[in-house]
């Protein structure tokens, strides 16, 4: 396990960062996040076809490029810092990582090459009306019909970008227990209704499920430490992601106290903002350590099981994601109050950054039921 990163991980990151820049700057964001699409298809086969991301962390058997949650961590906090519209995290952080870890031959034969394509985009629906994303909340049913036929029926709630995508995977409760479930989209069976978000740089649907023709995916039976593992991966990523969005809000906030005179000198040299800016840099370091330390931890977890060792993933994934989601929210607001009035105002970006970090910190659970589960793991 290692928490730096390689020379091939820093290239990365940087081609990553000159493509968002030069495709993906501030007035890009706000054009697609406003379009009836929610994204660049022509950026999305971008990523896909020149840098391979799609396939970032789907095995080469099935066309990617056999990477983990490591390499994802590295294209996940670029895309938090340009805020991307993109279906991105639903398809590949939870449906490819869904689908990779489900141990379903034919699933993955059936899916992940698509994803790594990018020519399929996919999501997975956990959540309901209680916005609760325990998998014990679930009320969703799923009915056998015969042999691998299924129906599902349910009500789900928060989906991300349930309404554009081709592919969904919905968790649900059959007679053995908890399990997931694929769902064409496109069927008369499945409603899909855009919600209002907080967030506009990340879509959020409602799916109404009417006895909906299903396959299973993954272990039959109770599903339930594969689904959890599921959400663990899904939380891991997204720590990452806000990490990437706490860097950016740093940076700028740096950045406007270096160029704002006041009274003659620079705001940056005012003691008060100096602190300000101090204190967010560790919080965004410590908030980083966190968040490469789970992926690390959760690319070798595989490993763990195999030897028969105990499970990490379960706490390093609940302490990333209580922490880097509050440093996120810290960050986001501090370079709002850094930038003064003008860090309030609809043209400037502070704003979308504090959006999706406030919504980024409900999404896959509050910080408060992380800590809660992690004093569960530690038997608190």
């Known amino acids: 396990m290692t928490l ?113 394509a990018g020519e399929l985009t996919a999501t997975v629906a956990v959540a309901e009306e209680s916005g609760s994303w325990r998998i014990e909340d679930v009320a969703t049913t799923a009915t056998r019909i ?111 106290a270096k160029t704002r005179v006041q009274f003659g000198r620079p705001i940056g040299s005012f003691q008060a903002v100096k602190h300000a800016c101090a204190d967010m840099l560790l919080a965004v370091e410590a908030a980083r350590s966190a968040a490469h330390h789970a992926a690390s931890v959760a690319a070798g977890e595989t490993a763990r099981k195999a030897a028969g060792e105990p499970a990490e993933l379960p706490a390093a994934a609940v302490l990333a994601a209580a922490y880097c989601a509050e440093t996120y929210t810290h960050a986001a607001k501090q370079n709002i109050q850094i930038h003064g009035g003008i860090g309030y105002t609809w043209e400037h970006d502070a704003h979308l950054h504090l959006r999706r970090a406030k919504s980024s910190e409900q999404l896959l659970g509050a910080p408060a039921v992380h800590r809660a589960h992690l004093a569960d793991l530690v038997g608190i």
């Open 146 to 256: 015969d042999g691998e036929s299924w129906t599902v029926s349910g009500t789900k709630m928060f989906v991300l970008d349930g309404d554009t995508v081709g592919l969904l995977l919905v968790v649900a409760v059959a007679d053995t227990g908890p399990g997931l479930f694929a769902v064409r989209s496109g069927t008369p069976e499945v409603t899909r209704t855009r919600l209002d978000a907080l967030d506009p740089t990340r879509r959020l649907a409602r799916i109404d499920l009417d006895g909906a023709p299903a396959v299973r995916v993954g272990p039959g039976g109770d599903a339930t430490e594969y689904l959890r593992t599921v959400l663990d991966l899904a939380v891991v990523a997204l720590a990452s992601e806000q990490v990437g969005g706490a860097q950016a809000c740093l940076d700028a906030a740096v950045e406007y």
């Open 4 to 116: 730096t990163h390689t020379k091939e991980h820093d290239e990365l990151r940087s081609a990553l960062r000159r493509l968002l820049a030069d495709k993906s700057p501030s007035v890009a964001v706000r054009h697609w996040m406003e379009s009836s699409e929610g994204y660049d298809p022509a950026l999305w086969r971008q990523l896909a076809g020149q840098l391979g991301l799609m396939g970032i962390a789907v095995p080469e058997k099935y066309g990617g490029s056999g990477g983990a949650a490591v390499e994802l961590g590295v294209v996940l906090e670029e895309l938090g810092r340009s805020l991307l519209p993109s279906p991105y995290f639903a398809t590949v952080a939870l449906a490819g990582q869904a689908l990779t870890a489900s141990g379903d031959a034919a699933a993955k034969a059936r899916w992940l090459p698509g994803i790594a």
